[in-house]
C-alpha cells in the first residue's frame, strides 16, 4: 500500500520500539523479499516503525504495511567517510520508494558534491516533504542537527566515527544518550548496540523517545552467535 504522495508521510509516534531490517551483501537474509518479511514480523510484535536500507527494501516493505519507515540509503562514495543518505539524490529515490522519514548522517564530515548537512535538510524537508532523522556521533552532532532544523536526532553514530571509537561502549552509549536527551528539545532516539529489554527500558528511563534495534532482532547469524560462545568444548 504504497502512500499516494509525499505529503502523506507518517510521522513516527512516541514511545515506540523501531526496528531495523536490514542486511549485509553476504547475509542469507538479504535482500528485499526477507525484509519484507523481517518487518511484518517486527510489526506484528509490536514494533512503531521499520528502519530500511535502499530503494528495493523500502518498496518491498512498503507495499505490505502503511507503518512508519524511516528510510536510508548506504552508498559508498570515493575519498568520503560519510555513508548514510550522503546526498539529495540519495534521499529523493527514498522518498518516491515509500519512506516516510529519511535517515542520514549529521556528522560534520565532508559530503560528495560539496552538500552541506544545513542543505540536505532544508531540501529534505522543503523539496521532498519529509521528516529528517539525523543519526549523530557525539552531543555536538545533535546539538548541531537540531539547530540546522532535523525533526529527529539520535546516537546511531556513536563509536562509529574516527573521533568516537576510541570511546565505543561495548553495549548501548548510555553517556552520550543522556548527554543528549539533557542538551536538545528534539525526540532524541536511541540506537546501538541494544541487546537487551533491560537496555530498551533503562533508555527510556534516560529521555530516549524511541529505542531502535537490529541485529538483536533482526540478525539470526548474530543471534545464533551469541548462543553458541555458551556450547562448552566437551562435556
Same mark, same amino acid.
Given at each position: 500500500?504504497? $502512500?499516494?504522495? =509525499?505529503? #502523506?508521510?507518517?510521522?513516527? &509516534?512516541f514511545?515506540?520500539?523501531i *526496528?531495523?531490517?536490514?542486511?549485509?551483501?553476504?547475509?542469507?537474509?538479504?535482500?528485499?523479499?526477507?525484509?519484507?518479511?523481517?518487518?511484518?514480523?517486527?510489526? %506484528?510484535?509490536?514494533a512503531?516503525? $521499520?528502519?530500511?536500507?535502499?530503494?528495493?527494501? =523500502? %518498496?518491498?516493505?512498503?507495499? *505490505?504495511?502503511?507503518?512508519p519507515? &524511516?528510510?536510508?540509503?548506504?552508498?559508498?562514495?570515493?575519498?568520503?567517510?560519510?555513508? =548514510?543518505?550522503?546526498?539529495?539524490e540519495?534521499?529523493?529515490?527514498?522518498? %518516491?520508494?515509500?519512506a516516510?522519514?529519511?535517515?542520514? #548522517?549529521?556528522?560534520?564530515?565532508?559530503?560528495?558534491?560539496?552538500?552541506?548537512l544545513?542543505?540536505?535538510i532544508?531540501r529534505i524537508?522543503?523539496?521532498?516533504?519529509?521528516?529528517?532523522?539525523? #543519526?549523530?556521533?557525539?552531543?555536538?552532532?545533535?546539538?548541531?542537527?537540531?539547530?540546522?532544523?532535523? #525533526?529527529?536526532?539520535s546516537?546511531?553514530?556513536?563509536?562509529?566515527?574516527?573521533?568516537?571509537?576510541?570511546?565505543?561502549? *561495548?553495549?548501548?552509549?548510555?553517556?552520550?544518550?543522556?548527554? =543528549?536527551? %539533557?542538551?536538545?528539545?528534539?525526540?532524541? $532516539?536511541?540506537e546501538?548496540?541494544?541487546?537487551?529489554?533491560?537496555? &530498551?527500558?533503562?533508555?527510556f528511563?534516560?529521555?530516549?523517545?524511541? &529505542? *531502535?534495534?537490529?541485529?538483536? $532482532?533482526?540478525?539470526?547469524v548474530?543471534?545464533?552467535?551469541?548462543?553458541?560462545?555458551?556450547?562448552?568444548?566437551?562435556?
Amino acid at each position: 500500500m504504497p $502512500i499516494s504522495s =509525499i505529503s #502523506d508521510a507518517r510521522p513516527l &509516534v512516541f514511545p515506540c520500539l523501531i *526496528v531495523s531490517c536490514q542486511a549485509y551483501d553476504d547475509n542469507p537474509m538479504r535482500g528485499p523479499t526477507f525484509m519484507r518479511a523481517m518487518a511484518l514480523s517486527a510489526l %506484528q510484535g509490536g514494533a512503531g516503525a $521499520i528502519r530500511a536500507n535502499g530503494v528495493e527494501d =523500502i %518498496q518491498a516493505i512498503r507495499e *505490505v504495511t502503511d507503518a512508519p519507515i &524511516v528510510g536510508l540509503n548506504k552508498l559508498w562514495v570515493a575519498g568520503f567517510e560519510v555513508y =548514510i543518505t550522503p546526498t539529495f539524490e540519495s534521499a529523493r529515490v527514498l522518498a %518516491q520508494a515509500g519512506a516516510d522519514v529519511i535517515a542520514l #548522517d549529521a556528522t560534520p564530515r565532508p559530503r560528495p558534491n560539496n552538500e552541506t548537512l544545513e542543505t540536505l535538510i532544508k531540501r529534505i524537508q522543503n523539496e521532498l516533504g519529509l521528516r529528517v532523522f539525523a #543519526d549523530c556521533s557525539t552531543i555536538l552532532d545533535a546539538v548541531t542537527a537540531a539547530k540546522l532544523g532535523a #525533526d529527529y536526532v539520535s546516537t546511531t553514530m556513536a563509536g562509529y566515527t574516527p573521533y568516537t571509537a576510541k570511546n565505543k561502549t *561495548v553495549g548501548p552509549d548510555f553517556k552520550t544518550l543522556e548527554a =543528549i536527551t %539533557q542538551s536538545v528539545s528534539l525526540p532524541v $532516539i536511541a540506537e546501538g548496540r541494544f541487546w537487551t529489554p533491560f537496555e &530498551v527500558a533503562h533508555a527510556f528511563e534516560l529521555g530516549a523517545s524511541a &529505542v *531502535v534495534i537490529g541485529t538483536a $532482532i533482526t540478525s539470526p547469524v548474530d543471534i545464533t552467535k551469541r548462543f553458541v560462545k555458551e556450547v562448552p568444548d566437551s562435556l
